[in-house]
């Protein structure tokens, strides 16, 4: 699916632009551990995170995931969001808490 469509279809707030809205998500990762993501995630999935430092840019870069997610209505700083805009990584936000995220974008992805 695209990336367009799941913000769309899960009600994601974009922070910053994807670089490629018609990107395809072939999965998703969940971790608040950089280390984890950095060992785990794969390219083109959506991970999902509670963090909002501006470490997470560097490894969602990094690992080329095609958008993170911030769970529980959480939004970086002005700087954070800066560097994200920079390195074309799409920062989305949600309100939702990361378990219903996943499921939510697990049934899309089926």
């Not at 995931?65 to 700087?79: F, I, K, R, S, W």
């Not at 990361?98 to 499921?103: H, I, L, M, S």
Request: aromatic share 4%; no cysteine; glycine share 6%.
């Amino acid at each position: 699916m695209k990336l367009d469509r799941v913000i769309e279809l899960l009600g994601l707030t974009p922070l910053t632009p994807p670089r490629d809205p018609a990107a395809e998500v072939s999965g998703g990762y969940v971790s608040d551990l950089l280390s984890d993501v950095m060992g785990h995630a794969e390219k083109e999935t959506i991970w999902i995170t509670l963090q909002v430092h501006r470490n997470v840019v560097a490894v969602a870069a990094l690992k080329e995931v095609a958008a993170v997610v911030l769970v529980n209505g959480t939004v970086p700083d002005e700087q954070t969001l800066a560097e994200a805009r920079e390195e074309g990584v799409a920062l989305l936000s949600t309100p939702m808490p990361a378990f219903e995220t996943a499921g939510r974008l697990y049934e899309l992805l089926k």
